[in-house]
T-cell receptor
Framework: GNSVTQTEGPVTLSEEAFLTINCTYT??????LFWYVQYPGEGLQLLLK?????DKGSNKGFEATYRKETTSFHLEKGSVQVSDSAVYFC?????????FGQGTELSVKP | DAGVIQSPRHEVTEMGQEVTLRCKPI?????LFWYRQTMMRGLELLIY????????DSGMPEDRFSAKMPNASFSTLKIQPSEPRDSAVYFC??????????FGPGTRLTVL
């Protein structure tokens, strides 16, 4: 079946540190991959996406590359800010519905 | 463009009462999803519709939960009777085809 596994949180970083949140997936066929972000008290927002192997999604300084050979879609940012503190969800879509990872809480300290 | 609209934003009710949550998807989107989020279980898909037809309701926890989509611009999620363990944030999302989903702000439900 389809599943997503991501870095277990919480992850705590200092401002300007490098961020990696790992995401690996299991799926049949060729899913689309997504990163969503949820700020406190809000719904999920799409952060970036990739629809085929070797695609790189990017937005707001975040990047992730669809790696079919390692079935991964790791999220990276070179220099995090306090405002990046949120919960990050990796997801795949294979057919009608999204399959989400468990979420990774990121806390960035000044 | 207005995003996905959910109402109410907060609902506090007593055990045994009926609760109805409402969702207006983004115009033109043909998929609609209902999710539940709790600390214990994370984000769970309850049911989704395509062109107003329920496609997969395997995530609906039990018969107390029901969802309808009478037209392309409106959906409801009903819990009858409600129980304290139903307390959660319920999200509605919509998408245009087999693409990314747009989430509403959620309804925070508290069942006392």
């Amino acid at each position: 079946g389809n599943s997503v596994t991501q870095t277990e949180g919480p992850v705590t970083l200092s401002e300007e540190a490098f961020l990696t949140i790992n995401c690996t997936y299991t799926a049949t066929g060729y899913p689309s991959l997504f990163w969503y972000v949820q700020y406190p008290g809000e719904g999920l927002q799409l952060l970036l996406k990739a629809t085929k192997a070797d695609d790189k999604g990017s937005n707001k300084g975040f990047e992730a590359t669809y790696r079919k050979e390692t079935t991964s879609f790791h999220l990276e940012k070179g220099s995090v800010q306090v405002s990046d503190s949120a919960v990050y969800f990796c997801a795949l879509r294979n057919g009608g519905k999204l399959i989400f990872g468990q979420g990774t809480e990121l806390s960035v300290k000044p | 463009d207005a995003g996905v609209i959910q109402s109410p934003r907060h609902e506090v009710t007593e055990m045994g009462q009926e609760v109805t949550l409402r969702c207006k998807p983004i115009s033109g989107h043909d998929y609609l999803f209902w999710y539940r989020q709790t600390m214990m279980r994370g984000l769970e898909l309850l049911i989704y519709f395509n062109n107003n037809v329920p496609i997969d309701d395997s995530g609906m926890p039990e018969d107390r939960f029901s969802a309808k989509m009478p037209n392309a611009s409106f959906s409801t999620l009903k819990i009858q009777p409600s129980e304290p363990r139903d307390s959660a944030v319920y999200f509605c999302a919509s998408s245009p085809g087999n693409n990314e989903q747009f989430f509403g702000p959620g309804t925070r439900l508290t069942v006392l």
